[in-house]
């Protein structure tokens, strides 16, 4: 499949299947033309159409005809109410790309009947093309369908292909519930930004840019994080004391048990939607 003429149908035009489209037009990787909405409430459809010129339609049946690839951008819980629109009417060489948290490929496989599935989880800052993607595929997804996954999903910032569906629970853990640990980080020291003195609007501004800044230098100085925070830790000043407040706490573990509840949810939540 030659990307430039990806023909793609999306199933929910919400705020991820927006990101999504928004991103492709913009690189390039379709023209409005190629891109085909579907979702149950027309004025989401008419703002759809009037933003980006992209076709629209209330038929799920409709969207997917003579599409390379159908994004599946509705909520976990309105999966069941698309199966049955889909199921046999999809061509068995089409894909079929699944951004629906925690929902496994066999229940997407087994509800559309279908083989050809890539199921990928991406975060929130996607929406303004910072995300972070994993995703994975059937070994019935060819090739150029890899490739075509792997544009649709860095259109929205990094992604990352793993080779077994197990690590997406991983993956939700880590980045797909990460930005909610950075963003409790920014509140609480804002707070205590507040509690020491600085007024709160200039407390907030500098939080956000030293959280931008710090996330830039981690990635454009290709340094490990340890050697930059020992970089800004001199012995006996001010960085340090902080430090050993955080690890006297246990924060290492406390981060550390976070994320394995995250994961242990992830896996629950994934079995319990598997019937
Ligand atoms: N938001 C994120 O940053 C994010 C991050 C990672 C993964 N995800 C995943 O992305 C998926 C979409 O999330 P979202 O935030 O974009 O949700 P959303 O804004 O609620 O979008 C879903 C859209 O699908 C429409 N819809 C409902 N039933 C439908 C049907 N039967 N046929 C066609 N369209 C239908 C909804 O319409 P109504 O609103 O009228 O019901 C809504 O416009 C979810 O599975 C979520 O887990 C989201």
């Not at 544009?151 to 990352?160: N, T, Y």
């Amino acid at each position: 499949m030659d990307l430039n003429i990806m023909k793609i149908a999306f199933i929910g035009g919400g705020n991820m299947g927006e990101a999504i489209l928004a991103a492709l037009i913009e690189k390039k990787l379709c023209t409005p033309a190629d891109i085909c909405v579907s979702d149950v409430s027309q004025e989401r459809l008419q703002s759809l159409k009037d933003k980006y010129g992209v076709v629209v339609t209330g038929s799920n049946r409709e969207a997917v005809a003579g599409k390379d690839v159908i994004v599946l951008a509705v909520k976990p819980q309105t999966l069941t109410e698309i199966l049955p629109d889909l199921k046999g009417n999809l061509k068995a060489t089409q894909l079929v790309l699944s951004i629906m948290a925690g929902v496994r490929i066999s229940k997407i496989g087994e509800g559309l009947a279908h083989q050809r599935i890539v199921r990928s989880m991406p975060n929130t800052p996607a929406r303004i093309g910072y995300g972070a993607s994993g995703w994975t595929a059937t070994s019935e997804v060819t090739k150029n369908q890899k490739d075509s996954a792997r544009a649709i999903l860095g259109a929205m910032g990094k992604e990352i292909y793993f080779d077994d569906e197990k690590y997406l629970d991983m993956v939700t853990a880590v980045s797909g519930s990460g930005p909610a640990y950075v963003f409790l980080l920014a509140e609480a020291l804002i707070e205590a930004a507040v509690k020491i003195g600085l007024p709160r609007q200039e407390a907030e501004t500098l939080v956000s840019q030293t959280m931008l800044g710090s996330a830039h230098l981690l990635e454009q100085s290709g340094q490990p994080p340890a050697d930059l925070r020992r970089n800004v830790t001199s012995r006996g000043g001010t960085t340090e004391a902080a430090l050993k407040v955080f690890e006297n706490g246990g924060f290492s573990k406390l981060v550390e048990d976070a994320v394995k509840a995250a994961y242990n949810r992830a896996k629950e939540l994934g079995e319990a939607a598997k019937s």
